[in-house]
């Protein structure tokens, strides 16, 4: 694939997991676009080391945005786990 086709899958897996995580999360689209690639190469990792496959195959693989939401979801929570220790810090 691309990097067209990471940009793309990266919103796209970046967006699905904000909607699947509701709440209130820092950052925008840049943020959104940037932890749905890191999630994708991340959940695509997470597959051939835990399931041995090929997670990442292609643009229209459902395998493929199956890995990258997944791994967008792990960031997701990582990232806010991350933002709000910084939040709540400086409240304090």
Known sequence: MG???WIIIGLLAG????A??????????IVTM????AGGLLGGWLGKVI?????????????????AIVGSLILLVLYR????????????
């Not at 967006?15 to 904000?18: D, M, S, V």
């Open 3 to 5: 990097i067209i086709a």
């Open 15 to 18: 967006a699905i997991a904000k």
């Open 20 to 29: 699947l995580m509701p709440g209130k999360d820092p950052g925008g689209i």
């Open 34 to 37: 940037l932890i749905g690639i």
């Open 51 to 67: 399931f041995k496959v090929d997670s990442i195959d292609g643009f229209f693989d459902l395998s493929t945005w199956i890995a």
């Open 81 to 92: 786990l991350v933002t709000g220790n910084r939040r709540s810090h400086r409240h304090a």
